[in-house]
């Protein structure tokens, strides 16, 4: 905390600016003006983030303004607002603010790679919050705090206060506005913690391919020998659990670049997913969670304060944010060389991809614009079949360009650095959901042992007729059956139905990109 520092410059006069406090101090003010906040059994800090338990992607706003408007992807994932607007928004936070006791303030740096850092201050009300980006930043040292200046962007979180859903523009209490060219970052209406780190990806997801780098949506990790593998895949997918590997170094769990010069993580932590979280499956993690851990909408036993990780009656999305270096085999600081492999995830719910499969660099690029995985069945009432859910680059929701843009670039970083690419199902074999079974985790962490050892890539392989890619049909300690789909379903015929129906939905869903990709990448689809 420092006595000279203020936030007069952005009309915010508090009695008391709290800046880069220690998790200790952020704790024991928790306890204090939190109502919700706990302490765990293991030291971590419990907390709620109110009624909005996710992201609110359709109530997130960019302002459109001459210079970075035909940059953008505009439609339902970048939402078009007016800076008059913004305005309002901003003043609706400042004012709030200004009815605060004390805010909070954190300043740190997004990117490990000093070449391409920025410095990234937030603004906060709720001690919770702050600790939350202490954990996710990078952390700055006693020095560069000190010779900190201004930063490059500000993220204002008054999520405590509504928006006004009469404002043009908003269609409920909940806002998050960012604007490229005053650098500003606005959050009303939700204190969900993850808005603030996905405002960080989304800024890194304009700035850095303008500098040609490609950002990505995914984890990394790194072998004794150098070697580094990319994880992509959307929630649930095991992007976090997979590149959390005792055996090699971790590199980042969620948002990194890709240079001229390798792989830097963006973050300064970790954010995984706490659901059904056990020591047995998950020991990284789960032993990751300590003192200065935030536990988020996580439900404790009353007598013991041990954490239910089965307990979803508050969300199934209960997550914990913790610093890299909590991970023990943690790659610091968190940059590599260039990629040896990329692995795409997928949790498909049909029953119809295989457990692995090689990727020609056009299927790559169709499998990366399409980035697939499947919803099971059951969460909605009458929903008795899997939904597909394809989402671009495997992060459509905090892409700014077309995808086509991530595509190109990741293609110049494959072709320049011969990356293999391969597509992994973490999803359901031995027919769909609901008849199938998921991929045991132990035979899924076995494939990717063999890619990483190489073994893989000298597996007999047999080609896919409808989605043309390469099925290696033998991989150590994975029994041969599964490796191939259609020889674990009792019914052949109603695999054959159910691969051309997939088939289907990935072609409907890419002529929404046709217009953008090459003949040879649209034709690296699926055939029916």
């Known amino acids: 905390m420092s006595e000279t520092f203020n936030l007069l410059a952005y009309g915010i006069k508090p009695k008391e600016v709290i800046r880069n406090a220690s998790p200790a101090k952020l704790y024991a003010l928790a306890i204090k003006f939190e109502p919700e906040a706990d302490i765990t059994s293991v030291g971590a800090l419990s907390l709620k983030s109110g009624q ?61 790679d000093p070449k391409y850092q920025i410095k990234v201050r937030v603004i906060c009300t709720r001690p919770y919050h702050a600790l939350f980006m202490h954990n996710m930043l990078i952390r700055p040292t006693a020095e560069q705090l000190a010779t900190f200046g201004e930063p490059d962007y500000v993220i204002f979180n008054a999520g405590e206060f509504p928006a006004n859903p009469y404002t043009t523009h908003m269609n409920s209490r909940t806002s998050v506005d960012l604007c490229f060219e005053r650098k500003e970052f606005v959050i009303l209406g939700t204190e969900y913690a993850g808005e603030m780190k996905k405002g960080v990806f989304t800024v890194m997801n304009y700035i850095m391919p303008k500098q040609g ?54 973050e300064g932590g970790c954010y995984a997913k706490a659901i059904d979280l056990s020591a047995e499956k998950e020991p990284e993690i789960f032993n990751a969670i300590k003192f200065g851990t935030v536990l988020e909408n996580v439900v404790l036993n009353p ?122 199902n973490t999803g359901w074999i031995g027919g769909a959901y609901g008849v199938g079974s998921r991929i045991k985790l132990k035979y899924t962490r076995a494939i990717i042992h063999a890619i990483h050892n190489g073994t893989l890539e000298q597996s007999p ?26 020889n674990t379903w009792a019914d052949k015929a109603a695999y054959d139905a159910k691969a051309k129906h997939l088939a289907g939905l990935f072609i409907e869903n890419f002529k929404t990109f046709e217009a953008g990709s090459s003949p040879e990448i649209i034709n690296a689809g699926p055939k029916l």
């Open 213 to 266: 780098i490609m950002s990505m949506h995914c984890s990394a990790n790194m072998g004794e020998a150098g070697d580094v593998s990319l994880f992509f895949g959307l929630s649930g997918t095991g992007k976090t659990t997979l590149s959390a590997d005792q055996d090699r170094k971790l590199i980042g769990d969620d948002e990194h670049c890709w240079s001229a010069d390798g792989i830097f993580n963006i």
């Open 52 to 112: 909005k338990t996710g992201r609110s992607p359709k109530d997130k706003r960019i302002i459109e303004r001459p210079e970075s408007s035909p940059d953008i992807w505009w439609g339902n994932v970048n939402i078009k607002m007016d800076e008059h607007t913004f305005d309002i928004n901003k003043q609706r936070a400042t004012d709030y603010f200004n009815t605060r006791t004390r805010i909070y303030v954190v300043d740190g740096y997004a990117g490990w």
């Open 461 to 486: 392989t047999l080609k896919d007729d409808i989605f043309g890619f390469e099925i290696p049909t033998i991989c150590p300690e994975v029994p041969d059956e599964i490796l191939v789909p259609k």
């Open 303 to 424: 007598v013991t304060n041990e954490v239910d990780y089965t307990d979803t009656s508050i969300t199934e999305n209960t997550r914990a944010a913790y610093p890299i270096e909590y991970i023990p085999n943690a790659q610091i600081p968190c940059m590599g060389g260039h990629p040896n492999h990329i692995i795409f995830l997928t949790a498909d719910a049909y029953g119809v991809l295989p457990p692995v499969s090689k990727l020609t660099p056009e299927q790559s690029m169709y499998h990366f614009i399409s980035g697939y995985t499947a919803k099971v069945a059951g969460t909605e009432m009458g929903v008795t079949e899997p939904q597909a859910t394809f989402s671009a680059c495997f992060g459509a929701a905090f892409m700014v360009w077309h995808p086509s843009k991530y595509a190109q670039l990741l293609a110049e970083k494959i072709k320049e650095n011969n990356t293999k690419v391969w597509l992994v």
